[in-house]
């Protein structure tokens, strides 16, 4: 598991994140695939996403290990533009359209991007991506790591792992 904020020395957030270049994340999916002979599953949350489909773009159009990136998976995903103020249209970022990959996405139901979760998965399907997903009952976003969590979120919590390892099963599979 990279650790990227320390790589690049950026605070642990959601504006650090736009340090992060497309181009080392899809060297890193090649190294970590040469380095160990597995293929490489890429989890982001929120705000990672948009990168996270970056990485999977570049690598696909600079990569020659065809094998190496088997699948994607998102917890929370947020593809906007910008948050949309109450009632007004969703704006996605341009990526959404242009990804054509496989992903899952895990959607919490307590989140207030929850309404417009449909609608992000047609957009990512229009780029060509096979979109699974899975709706989380009783949590809110960042439910891993809040330090309100509920009793329902650290129990989901504690399942976290078991859910990413179905993802990653669910993606490899579904990558040939």
Known sequence: ?????????????????????????????DKAHQQTGKRVF???NDKGTEPLLEAIRHWQKHSSQRQALAGAVVISPYLYTSTPAVGQEVHYVPIATSTNFNLFLMQP??????????????????????????K?????????????????????????????????RLTGNASG
């Open 1 to 29: 598991m990279a650790d990227l904020f320390a790589a690049y020395f950026l605070p642990v957030s959601s504006s650090g994140m736009n340090g992060f270049l497309a181009k080392d994340i899809s060297s890193l999916v």
């Open 42 to 44: 890429l989890v982001t």
């Open 109 to 134: 139901k307590l989140s207030p991007k929850y309404w417009q979760f449909r609608e992000m998965v047609e957009k990512l399907e229009q780029g060509g991506s096979d979109v699974y997903t899975q």
């Open 136 to 168: 989380l009952d009783d949590v809110r976003d960042r439910f891993f790591f809040r330090p309100d969590a509920t009793d329902e979120e650290q129990a989901l919590t504690g399942k976290l792992p078991l859910l990413l390892h179905r993802a990653v």
